[in-house]
């Protein structure tokens, strides 16, 4: 399906080697200002061509159009439509391999569903597919940090070996892999240069933390807060795992040893304070994910993606053509040495999109 969401929904369309790509926002609630600079600057992260490890496509993505029911600014109720026009697609440096299934890509997949594919890029199962989805994502990252006071920030937590062991959220927007820990980035970046200078390409962590989460989100069967971000984050192509909490570790773990136990806040005592059980009730670690009967706590949640390489790399490689005929092949065209600064904010805006739903079902049912 090509529309997510339950109340805040969203409905992408077009794709990459078109004249541009969209979204419909629908559920976004009346009267609400707009700040299109954030939707700029949202994009602009995103976008290709933001350093010598991301793909050379030249894309003007902060140029966007509302095309409808914005009126003086704000939200009006309705469904909201955007477009980013496609400048920069080069479609005719895909002619030589229109015949040949790339591997790790959905060009077999897709001839073998449909019947018919876009060989120019991919079509839908492109990556920047994702466009729509960070225009969503900067209008609900927006609302949630105005009514709510919820932030979402994503980083790079590892690539190849070096880790990021330390989170300084003022650095991520430093330095050219988006990572926290100004200790390890130069290290990361000179990793994932030679692998670039090798014609290959490198994956990775992404962690997210989503702070100042409300204390009330999620329902108890099919539309837990870790289901839905497990499937949010699925979604995205170049992601291939989603971990939370206690992280895998916890297969090594005895209850005893996993249990997590509430403590009292000693920054806040007395009568009054003890009402707003988000802010009385801790627990010392997050052995849960701070997800309790799949409801939020209210305590920050953090989770974890693991990001494949970028399956266009500029070493020859090995297919079949639609033909069944074993061929080599070797691209010439543009693409990523590392994929997850551009990445990051689509972490932040599947989470935002999600985070946002979940809080306007729980107001419908109040």
């Known amino acids: 399906m090509n529309t997510h969401g339950t109340i805040f929904k969203i409905t992408t369309f077009w794709e990459s080697h078109w004249g541009a790509l969209g979204v419909v926002i629908d559920g976004l609630p009346s009267n609400f200002e707009i700040d299109l600079a954030n939707i700029a600057h949202e994009l602009g992260r995103r976008k290709p061509w933001q ?30 439509t955007i477009i980013v026009r ?13 015949d040949i299934y790339r591997p790790n890509h959905a060009d077999l997949t897709y001839d073998l569903k449909y019947g018919i594919r876009d060989y120019r890029g991919g079509g839908r199962s492109s990556g920047r597919e994702t466009v729509s989805r960070v225009i969503a994502w900067a209008i609900a990252k927006q609302y949630l940090k105005e009514k709510f006071w919820v932030e979402i920030k994503a980083f790079t937590k590892q690539v190849g070996e070096y880790k990021a062991e330390n989170v300084n959220y003022d650095f991520i927007e430093k330095n050219i892999l988006r990572t926290a820990d100004e200790g390890v980035a130069q290290k990361m970046i000179e990793y994932v240069e030679k692998i ?17 989460s409300p204390s009330w989100l ?10 839905r971000l497990a499937w949010s984050m699925l979604s995205i192509g170049w992601v291939l795992g989603f971990e939370y909490g206690a992280w895998f570790d916890t297969v090594h773990l005895t209850w005893k040893m996993y249990n997590e136990w509430f403590i009292s806040s000693p920054l806040l005592q007395g009568e009054e304070n003890k009402k707003n059980k988000k802010d009385f ?16 706590t209210g305590e920050d949640i953090i989770f ?5 390489p970028t399956s266009s ?3 020859p ?31 932040e805006a599947m989470s935002a999109i999600d985070i946002l739903d979940f809080v306007l079902i729980n107001n419908a049912k109040k």
């Open 86 to 98: 496609n400048e920069d697609q080069k479609s005719q440096d895909y002619e030589n391999i229109k």
């Open 304 to 308: 974890r993606v693991a990001v494949k």
């Open 317 to 347: 490689q090995k297919t079949v053509d639609k033909y069944w005929n074993e061929v080599d092949f070797k691209i010439e065209w543009r693409h990523d040495a590392c994929i997850l600064p551009r990445v990051v904010p689509v972490i």
């Open 51 to 80: 350093s010598a490890i991301t793909t050379a496509r030249k894309e003007n993505d902060e140029n966007f159009e509302i095309l409808s029911w914005v009126f003086e600014g704000k939200s009006t109720g309705h469904p909201i």
């Open 313 to 315: 790399i500029y070493c």
């Open 218 to 227: 999620g329902e108890p069967v099919f539309d837990k807060v870790k289901a």
């Open 196 to 212: 670039k200078n090798d014609g290959d390409s490198i994956g990775g962590i992404i962690e997210c933390h989503i702070k100042n």
């Open 281 to 296: 009730i801790h627990s010392p670690h997050n052995k849960y994910g701070w997800i309790l009967g799949w409801i939020t």
